[in-house]
Nanobody, 120 residues
């Protein structure tokens, strides 16, 4: 019914940058909050950054000042610009969106995840 597709992950050296994208498609009427989560091996999934439909943002303390979340409502896409990456940022990053379908049901939707590895 709806699908989230992420892109932009990969291997980067410490101090480098990556930009993740997540595009929603399908029977979409509107999208409320969107966000990025990450899960490192052996750790619980954590919220990295979130953004409301109005553009208000929140960040995990560990990424404040380094990561920036943004969205393009016309493209149903959310982005995560990651700068000054550290080895501890290594994880699978997944996007999440609260999507209202054309049938007026609300879905808590997840992408498949994209690997980000920060290593020299």
């Amino acid at each position: 019914q709806v699908q989230l597709v992420e892109s932009g992950g990969g291997l980067v050296q410490p101090g480098g940058s990556l930009r993740l994208s997540c595009a929603a498609s399908g029977s979409i009427f509107s999208i409320y909050a969107m966000g990025w989560y990450r899960q490192a091996p052996g750790k619980q999934r954590e919220l990295v950054a979130g953004i409301t439909s109005g553009g208000s943002t929140n960040y995990a303390d560990s990424v404040k000042g380094r990561f920036t979340i943004s969205r393009d409502n016309a493209k149903n896409t959310v982005y995560l610009q990651m700068n000054s990456l550290k080895p501890e940022d290594t994880a699978v990053y997944s996007c999440n969106a609260q999507i209202v379908t054309t049938a007026r049901t609300t879905l808590d939707s997840w992408g498949q995840g994209t690997q980000v590895t920060v290593s020299s």
